[in-house]
Each structure stands twice: as C-alpha cells, then as structure tokens.
C-alpha cells in the first residue's frame, strides 16, 4: 500500500472517530457502523496476448458490501493496479456516508480489480470485465448490489457487465448504472458529478458574497469531473484562471476559455501549449492567489506541507478525499471554509440513483429533468449541512459525517439488527 493511501485511510478513520465521539456512540454501536457486510475477494483469469503468443493471467478481484441498512448496496467498480482490499474497503464505507447524506434508499459498496486498463486492449479488457461479473453474479443485483463506473471504466465496462449478468438473469437493465443511454443510461449522467461541485461551489461562494465576476478559480485535474466543474463555473460567470492535467497546469489571470481548452485537449491529448497561457505545475496550481479553489484529481493533495501556501477562501473538495486531516485543521483554523468531498462529489452518486429509479419504472427522464432534480437535491443537502453546522458551531465536514452517520445508526436500530 502506497503511503498516500495510508494516509487516506487514517485521515477518514480521523473524520469518522471525531464524528463518533460527538454523537456519543458506543464501542458496539462504532463495530457495527465500521464492519462490512461482506468481503469478497476473487481471482479473474484472463488470456492475454503478448508479441503473438497468448497465455494465462490472473488478476486479483474485490468487492466490498459495507452496508444496506438503508437499501441495495450501491458502488463504483474501479481498474487500477494499486487496487487492494484495504482501499476498496475505505471507499466501500464512504459511499455508505454518501447515501445516507443525500438521503437515498441505498447502502455504500466497492469494487475494483488490480489491473491497469491501459495494457489491455478491448478484447481482454472485455473478457476480464465479463469473467468479474461471472465471478460476482451471486451477490449482485437490481435489489441487492449495483455497481457503477469509477476510475478505470466506463459506460463500456457497464455494458459488458449488463449483458454478462442478463445472460443468466434475463435483461436487467437496473443491475448496474452509468450505461450508455442507449441500453438504459440516464442522460446527464456523464456530467452529473462535475455539474454538481460546480452548482455546490456556487452556493457556498453566494453564502460567502463572493461574486462571479470578481472571483477567480483554480482547479485541479481536468478529467471528467474537473472538465465539466469548469464548464458550470464558467457558465456562472466565474473567472476560471488555472487548470491542469496530469501533465500540468496552464495559467492565465486575464482567464481561460473553456471551449477553447476543450478543444485543445480534444486535439493535443494534454492542456499543455494552451494559447494566452503560461505553464504551471500542479504543486504550484494549488497555491496561487485565488477565491475558490476545486481540486478534482488525486487524494491527499493538500497536505501540511503546503497547507500554509494555499490562498483560496473557498475550497470544493470535487475529489474523494483531497485534503488530509491535519490540512483540513490547519485550513479550518484559518478560516477558509471547505466543502468537503462527501457533499461535493455526490451528484454522481445521485445520478445513479436516478438511472436506476428510471431503469425500474422503463421510463426514461429528459437530461434537463435529471439535472434540476439533482440541483434540488443537493440544494437541499447543503442547506440542511449548512444549517446543522451553524446551529452545533462545527465546521461543513464534521455536520456531514455526523448528519449521514446518524441516518445509518438509527437504520440499523430500526431494522433491529
């Protein structure tokens, strides 16, 4: 395990522990919120072919069902190579708070398989994808476990894993969510997540009285998530001055035209070489002089080795986990307020939410429906975290993880178990 994953693991053991002793919760009361369901763990065998020789390899398999006091187990299936049991139980348990704080019938669950997709071409990564799903057909399901895409996948992982499990099952287009809309998909689910920290970070800047047209944005990554955050903050008028990728960053304090980064990225493959822009890196990205700071990339970015150097008033937290407990500390005593990934990041989560409800009913929403849905919802989510957080005198995070704990707490009294 990778130190920065250490680190992930203790800065949410830290959240939940604060959390925990606010609420009061006793020592069996804390074992049956932390303990997982079930662990699965398995081996997939897939024929790879190598310099025209195909052999046999095998790939370690996880999924983690953390919770489902308060409905289906719900959870991303991630391709990564530094995928573990450890991780993909962390992540398991984060989604089961996610749920519960958007106040969705679902629990929290995880997958991912130790693989990196980019070795692979689209034969192998099919058959790995469909050998998983024959390996996890037992415990999946419309009413039981209902993966989604994460890093590494895709609508066409999502695909294959439908078809797989329709094999055996009959076409169950609600078993697994982010399709292609053409096999049930939600519309706006591609962008629900990057839409959401873009309409929550407008929200929090009104809260602050900090202006569109006076505010400048930094964000970090320009994947998925941090792509389509752009394109919503600037569609709110703000001034977006800095954006960077996995190559790096590029800067420009007159701002920068999201179609035109767009289009170069479609082009190039990278933001670097970006016209009327200066080359910046991604440590350096995160410490420049601005009002709403959105990191969408990695875990652990902010850490007390440059929490000192950050100068945002506002920071999103689009990634999972972006800024460590001790940063989150520091950054709070100085009062920059931060909205933490578990409220930032849902919109995905949502999304789902919303495909599989339409999946059941076969009746499929318009994009525009998803989205002012899911703007409702998180509007709501935030004000009623907002709103505990000044009435208990804490900060955003800790009225989330307390808001969300205490929904699957009494689930779990309720449902006497």
């Not at 130190?3 to 002793?21: G, P, S, V, Y």
């Not at 069902?65 to 308060?70: E, L």
């Not at 990225?265 to 070489?273: D, F, I, P, Q």
């Not at 989150?328 to 930032?344: C, E, F, K, N, Y």
């Amino acid at each position: 395990m990778t130190d920065k994953k250490c680190i992930c693991q203790e800065t949410q053991h830290h959240f939940l522990k604060r959390a925990f002793d606010r609420l009061k919760l006793k020592g069996t009361q804390r074992e049956l919120l932390l303990s997982s369901f079930r662990e699965t763990r398995v081996t997939v065998p897939v024929t790879l072919c190598h310099n025209g020789e195909n052999t046999l390899h095998t790939f370690q398999g996880y999924r983690v069902q953390h919770n489902h006091a308060r409905g289906p187990f719900k959870g991303g299936l991630r391709f990564h190579p530094d995928v573990n049991m450890g991780e993909i139980w962390a992540l398991a348990q984060l989604m089961t708070w996610k749920t519960a704080l958007v106040d969705i019938p679902f629990g929290g669950a995880k997958g991912g398989i130790a693989v990196d997709p980019g070795q692979l071409n689209d034969t192998e990564r099919e058959e790995l994808t469909r050998r998983f799903c024959q390996k996890m057909a037992p415990i999946i399901g419309v009413h039981e476990d209902i993966p989604a895409p994460d890093i590494g996948t895709n609508p066409q992982v999502m695909a294959w894993m439908l078809d797989e499990y329709s094999k055996t099952h009959g076409f169950r287009t609600a078993v697994v969510t982010g399709k292609p809309v053409e096999l049930g998909g939600c519309a706006g689910r591609l962008e629900a997540t990057g839409h959401g920290v873009a309409h929550l970070a407008h929200r929090a800047a009104t809260d602050m009285a900090l202006a569109p047209g006076q505010s400048r944005v930094v964000i970090q990554g320009f994947g998925n998530v941090g792509s389509h955050a752009a394109i919503g903050m600037a569609d709110k008028g703000y001034k977006i001055i800095a954006l960077s990728d996995v190559h790096g960053g590029v800067f420009s304090e007159k701002g920068i035209d999201i179609s035109l980064a767009l289009a170069h990225v479609r082009e190039t493959g990278a933001l670097s070489g970006l016209v009327d822009s200066a080359p910046v890196s991604n440590a350096e990205l995160l410490e420049l002089p601005c009002d709403i700071l959105i990191p969408a990339a990695l875990e652990a970015t902010i850490t007390c080795d440059n929490t000192d150097a950050i100068q945002a008033k506002l920071v999103v937290e689009a990634a999972n986990m972006p800024v460590t407990h001790r940063a989150d500390d520091q950054l709070q005593q100085r009062g920059v307020v931060i909205v933490p990934d578990l409220l930032a990041n849902v919109g995905g989560v949502l999304a789902s939410y919303y495909e599989w409800v339409q999946n059941l009913q076969q009746f499929p929403w318009e994009r525009e429906l998803v989205l002012s849905r899911l703007e409702k919802r998180l509007s709501y989510t935030y004000d009623t975290v907002r709103d505990l957080a000044q009435e208990q005198q804490v900060d955003m995070r800790r009225a989330a993880y307390e808001l969300a704990i205490r929904r699957v707490e009494r689930a779990i009294r309720l449902r006497g178990f």
